[in-house]
T-cell receptor, first 117, second 112 residues
Framework: DVKVTQSSRYLVKRTGEKVFLECVQD?????MFWYRQDPGLGLRLIYF???????EKGDIPEGYSVSREKKERFSLILESASTNQTSMYLC????????????????FGPGTRLTVL | LAKTTQPISMDSYEGQEVNITCSHN???????ITWYQQFPSQGPRFIIQ???TKVTNEVASLFIPADRKSSTLSLPRVSLSDTAVYYC?????????????FGSGTQLTVLP
């Protein structure tokens, strides 16, 4: 089974702090994704990466950056956390950049619930 | 970006068939629809995916009509453990990549 793990389930930070969210997958997937999930808004894509050191902006990249130094690890960085970044953050991975296909899909981690005070 | 719309909530009884529809636009014939199930405090879990008119696996079916303006997740005989939030994901071809748009989710409550 594909396993996607996230470094923390719950995190509390203060406004202005630099925050790192880590994600690791064990299936040698090329592609990794970061989403945030908010009530009534579903999942919104922040950034994704289709290869080591490669990244693409998603729908809501403002206030975030990412790092992918190794294939299995994808980090989301909040340079200066703000209260409006309080949310559930979900990491996902997939084998194909194009998705689709009969079996290719995104596999999600358990999520990190971040609270910024 | 595709705009996707799902009902906010649905109720059903054990043993019934449940159909959840996701409305969307700008879907080409090779654009994919994926459905996920999410329980509280967990990440979304894959249910079914496809681009053809009908796809079936061991837990669900996916129907996409000819106009491709919607898709329907069909759960054949629900049980209490199917109570969860269900999300559709539309993956639209954009050059060599795909744009991904999730629906806002449908809370399904299965009653005894």
């Amino acid at each position: 089974d594909v396993k996607v793990t996230q470094s923390s389930r719950y995190l509390v930070k203060r406004t202005g702090e630099k925050v790192f969210l880590e994600c690791v997958q064990d299936m040698d997937h090329e592609n990794m994704f970061w989403y945030r999930q908010d009530p009534g808004l579903g999942l919104r894509l922040i950034y994704f990466s289709y290869d080591v050191k490669m990244k693409e902006k998603g729908d809501i990249p403002e206030g975030y950056s990412v790092s992918r130094e190794k294939k299995e690890r994808f980090s989301l960085i909040l340079e200066s956390a703000s209260t409006n970044q309080t949310s559930m953050y979900l990491c996902a991975s997939s084998s194909s950049y194009l998705l689709g296909g009969d079996t290719d899909t995104q596999y999600f981690g358990p999520g990190t619930r971040l609270t910024v005070l | 970006l595709a705009k996707t719309t799902q009902p906010i909530s649905m109720d059903s009884y054990e043993g019934q068939e449940v159909n959840i529809t996701c409305s969307h636009n700008n879907i080409a014939t090779n654009d994919y629809i994926t459905w996920y199930q999410q329980f509280p405090s967990q990440g979304p879990r894959f249910i079914i995916q496809g681009y053809k008119t009908k796809v079936t696996n061991e837990v669900a079916s996916l129907f996409i009509p000819a106009d491709r303006k919607s898709s329907t997740l069909s759960l054949p005989r629900v049980s209490l453990s199917d109570t969860a939030v269900y999300y559709c994901l539309v993956a639209i071809s954009s050059g060599s990549a795909r744009q991904l748009t999730f629906g806002s989710g449908t809370q399904l409550t299965v009653l005894p």
